[in-house]
């Protein structure tokens, strides 16, 4: 059953995946609105998971605020899937003018640096386009990891999407993922890591709206073995086609204090960044399972339900509509709002 699954899947996603590249961008545009629709409207988990997520970002909205925000945020997540299904088609004039950060003077000056830049993100609008821009507008290729997630084919199909925007992506293999990045780094490149879920033992705790979830230490631990700048970047939506977003201050290394505790340091203040980011925009936040600790399910052992994730913050490559690539957020691919 479990071969049969993966391969129906992969046959679902690839074929909407060639359909939606050959679309006019506007048809496009109201089959994701469409699809968001329907899913917001099926009330699935991922839906009721996204509303309680939302309450704790917005605790003084209304259910009804809620429920209208959630519409939003699934518009939002079916516009990333939407565009990164189209982004191997768009032309490089397209993708360039496709994102406008602010703040790229740190990232310039970073990379002229020669010292490395660690970029962090949490699941705020595209990700992907960030990535393309990058590649496109700057001519900086970067590197991401991801973890090897069955089906196989859709992992190979959306590494390959990625290499061929300029991406290098690392499978997560334990330490040999942390050191290639590592050397990246210290060759002055440019790595890019989601970074805002991480519920394996060795997850950072933080405190994140108010109440405690964890992060992965890894773009702490990497800026500060290779001496990389590590910057926060925050994405979101308005009512054009052009993404936009924020690139932050550096998150410097603290003076003093053990390896453990300018790690914990350095990842508050990722957090901040990213809670500021996503309080200005939250329906751009697609954030559809489970994130702060009071709210996991108990499991086998001493803490909560931990998957499995990677320490350094991991792309995970095996996503589609409803399972998107991110460090911890997925485990399979499902489809929108179907699962918590």
């Known amino acids: 059953m479990s071969g049969l699954r993966d391969r129906l899947t992969y046959a679902a996603y690839a074929a909407g995946w060639g359909a939606v590249k050959r679309l006019p961008e506007p048809v496009a545009v109201r089959l994701g609105r469409t699809i968001a629709d329907i899913a917001w409207k099926r009330r699935g988990k991922g839906v009721r998971r996204l509303e309680a997520n939302y309450a704790r970002v917005l605790p003084d909205a209304t259910p009804e605020q809620l429920t209208e925000l959630s519409r939003a945020g699934m518009r939002s997540y079916l516009r990333y899937w939407m565009e990164s299904f189209r982004l191997p088609v768009w032309s ?53 990891v991801a973890e090897r997630l069955k089906p196989e084919k859709l992992f190979d199909r959306f590494v390959a999407y990625r290499e061929g925007l300029g991406m290098e992506v690392v499978p997560h293999t334990g330490g040999a993922a942390f050191g290639t990045l590592a050397r990246r780094l210290r060759g002055g490149g440019l790595v890019c890591l989601v970074a ?8 950072v705790e933080v405190t994140f709206f108010g109440d405690t979830t964890r992060m992965p230490p890894g773009p702490a631990l990497l800026a500060q073995q290779t001496g990389a700048v590590l910057l926060p970047v925050t994405l979101w939506y308005d009512e054009t086609p052009v993404m936009r977003g924020r690139i932050h201050p550096p998150v410097d290394v603290p003076e003093s204090g053990t390896r453990a505790e300018k790690t914990s340091v350095m990842t508050q203040a990722l957090a901040d960044a990213f809670a500021t980011g996503i309080a200005d925009h939250p329906e751009d936040w697609h954030m559809l399972q489970r994130l702060w600790l009071a709210d996991l399910e108990p499991g086998p052992g001493p803490g909560a339900e931990a998957p499995r994730t990677a320490s350094a913050g991991t792309e995970r490559a095996a996503g589609a509509p409803g399972g998107e690539p991110a460090s911890g957020a997925r485990d399979e691919p499902v489809l929108p709002g179907e699962r918590s």
């Open 196 to 203: 805002e879920r991480d519920l394996s033992a060795t997850g």
């Open 92 to 144: 490089e004039e397209r993708i360039r003018n496709g994102f406008e950060p602010e703040g790229q003077e740190h990232l310039r000056e970073a990379l002229a640096s020669g010292r490395g830049v660690v970029a962090a993100l949490p699941h705020l609008g595209n990700w992907d386009l960030a990535g393309a821009w990058a590649t496109t507008a700057l001519g900086i290729p970067f590197t991401t």
